[in-house]
């Protein structure tokens, strides 16, 4: 690739496409993380006789 | 194994567990490829020069803007026809994931436009039609968030996303049936593609390195998605759990 006069639209291209990537990526992970807190929390007020936890 | 074995949310995330890493992983080797291929082994071309990098990222998030609409409509007819569990939790964790590929496609498409047609933006049949695509995501996803009771909101949303898959084939074929600014089908045609090999094939890896991501991202979402329905159920057993005494009727009156 050779760096000519229209670099700078080349560059913000993929600029834009690396910051869509990772904003969906860390919106995701950050779900992620946000509901295992809020299942740890809900799981572990459960009757101890609860037969369905996660997993079971 | 049929499709409806996938009907249970447990064997889903054991699946999506297996299978996650391995999708991850392949993405990131078959996009590093396409990448360096895109960047040091492909040529410029004649007329545009090096803008044609640009290519290797915008065509790509038009096919999968595009693609992950298709399958959203494919949840939809499973959860309107088949009414099966899993389908409106693809569609709903497909519905950011769709926007954002699109958007990408927009900017990206924006940016090479103004070197190469000298403006940023045309209303021609291509460009608008994909902006409505955008616009439907941005929809759909502020209807799943509108309505609280997920059954119901997949129901809702079906039929919408339904309603704006006639937009699909338009953008498809927008370039032949309208004079546009926009180029027409130079990889999906009849009579085959009509791009130079050199820079087709890192074209279609980068498509191929990009598609495992999304399915990557899409896998996470669905996981998500899954927690939240048990988070809500057991916020609701929760609730039922402390409601007796505060909901029982007074005395003397019966339900």
Request: aromatic share 12%.
């Amino acid at each position: 690739m050779v760096i000519d006069q229209h670099f700078g639209f080349i560059a913000f291209s993929w600029l834009a496409g690396i910051i869509g990537f990772a904003g969906i990526g860390l919106w995701i992970w950050r779900d992620r993380k946000a509901l295992d807190k809020q299942l740890d929390k809900l799981e572990a007020d459960l009757p101890a006789d609860a037969s369905n936890r996660r997993g079971g | 194994m049929g499709i409806l074995d996938y009907a249970n949310p447990t064997r889903v995330m054991r699946f999506s567990r297996v299978v996650k890493p391995w999708v991850a992983g392949l993405g990131a080797l078959v996009l590093a490829i396409g990448l360096y291929m895109a960047f040091f082994t492909a040529p410029a071309d004649y007329q545009q020069g090096e803008t044609i990098r640009i290519m290797y990222l915008h065509v790509p998030m038009a096919w999968l803007g595009m693609f992950a609409y298709a399958l959203m409509a494919l949840s939809a007819f499973g959860t309107l026809v088949f009414k099966h569990p899993m389908a409106d939790v693809s569609a709903k964790a497909m519905a950011p994931i769709g926007a954002t590929f699109t958007a990408i496609c927009l900017i990206t498409g924006s940016l090479w436009g103004k070197p190469m047609w000298n403006t940023w933006w045309v209303w021609d049949a291509r460009l608008t039609s994909v902006l409505i695509l955008f616009l439907v995501y941005l929809g759909i996803i502020a209807l799943w968030q509108a309505i609280e009771e997920p059954i119901k909101a997949g129901k809702v949303t079906a039929i919408i996303t339904l309603i704006g898959a006639i937009n699909l084939p338009i953008i498809k074929f927008s370039v032949d049936w309208w004079y546009t600014l926009h180029q027409p089908a130079s990889v999906f045609r009849l009579d085959g593609p009509t791009i130079y090999p050199a820079m087709l094939y890192p074209l279609l890896i980068c498509a191929v390195g990009f598609s495992l991501i999304f399915f990557w991202l899409h896998l996470m979402a669905m996981d998500n998605e899954l927690k939240r329905r048990r988070v809500r159920a057991l916020q609701m057993r929760a609730a039922r759990r402390a409601a007796p005494e505060s909901t029982a009727l007074p005395a003397g009156q019966t339900a």
